[in-house]
């Protein structure tokens, strides 16, 4: 894999770490008694997760 290849795939996945932080956070603290936003910020977290995902499979790596 050349450089660039690695560099972008360090960035993605630390972008992908933090998102996922992100939700766990959010899911964690509505099943211990939270609000319903902390729901809503989980589940909108867990679908730019999983769209993260798909974004850098399908389109990042069809390009290489």
């Known amino acids: 894999m050349s450089e660039e290849g690695n560099r972008g795939l360090k960035l993605f996945l630390e972008f992908w770490l933090l998102i996922g932080v ?31 995902a798909l974004f850098y499979i399908f389109y990042v790596r069809s390009k290489q």
């Open 22 to 52: 992100l939700a766990a956070f959010n899911l964690y603290s509505y099943f211990r008694g939270g609000s319903k936003l902390f729901l809503g910020v989980g589940l909108i977290a867990v679908l730019a997760f999983i769209g993260w």
